[in-house]
């Protein structure tokens, strides 16, 4: 079974601070993905990484910037913490070209901005 | 663009009742369609998808979905609920260029002994 790894499950943080979410997965995917969740919009995509070095933005990339220096491991960067940013963050991964199959998630990362 | 819409946000039932979700989604290329379940405080599970291979999908734990193109559906069902089966469902489909999904704002699962 792939597993998605996101390196905290709860995390606080305070308005301005550099906040990294950590992702990592052992099916040796090509695509990984990072959404925010929040209540009654569903899972927006913030950012997505095709390949090591790779990356595209996403509907709401704002406020965020992205790192892949090993194909296993997706990094997402809040650059200046606002509590706006205050969600639920998921990541995934998925074969590259598999449009027709699904993408695996972890477990989440609900960040608190104070 | 492709785009997902789940038709009520919260749907409950009695224990054993028929569990109906429904989404509908709007594509310019044939469509990838995925359901995918999420438990309190965990990600997100997959519980079956549409690739054109057959309109009617099995998924885990006794879920079907109908693909229907002529209705732009792709209705959640189970026959008999459990209480287990309560959580937040979202369907998705594939963007146009095939690499993100694009979801649907999720319905809510209550179920009632």
């Known amino acids: 079974d792939v597993k998605v790894t996101q390196s905290s499950r709860y995390l606080v943080k305070r308005t301005g601070e550099k906040v990294f979410l950590e992702c990592v997965q052992d099916?040796?995917?090509?695509?990984m993905f990072w959404y925010r969740q929040d209540p009654g919009l569903g899972l927006r995509l913030i950012y997505f990484s095709y390949d090591v070095k790779m990356k595209e933005k996403g509907d709401i990339p704002e406020g965020y910037s992205v790192s892949r220096e090993k194909k296993e491991r997706f990094s997402l960067i809040l650059e200046s913490a606002s509590t706006n940013q205050t969600s639920m963050y998921l990541c995934a991964s998925r074969v590259r070209d598999g449009s027709n199959q699904p993408q695996h998630f972890g477990d989440g990362t609900r960040l608190s901005i104070l | 663009a492709q785009s997902v819409t789940q038709l009520g946000s919260h749907v409950s039932v009695s224990e054993g009742a028929l569990v109906l979700l429904r989404c509908n989604y709007s594509s310019s290329v044939p469509p990838y369609l995925f359901w995918y379940v999420q438990y309190p405080n965990q990600g997100l599970q997959l519980l079956l998808k549409?690739?054109?291979?057959?309109?009617l999908v099995k998924g885990i734990n006794d879920f079907e979905a109908e693909f229907k193109k002529s209705e732009t559906s792709f209705h959640l069902t189970k026959p008999s609920a459990h209480m287990s089966d309560a959580a937040e469902y979202f369907c998705a489909v594939s963007d146009q260029a095939g690499t993100a999904l694009i979801f649907g704002k999720g319905t809510t699962l209550s179920v009632s002994s």
């Open positions: 549409y690739t054109s291979a057959a309109t």
């Open positions: 099916m040796d995917h090509e695509n």
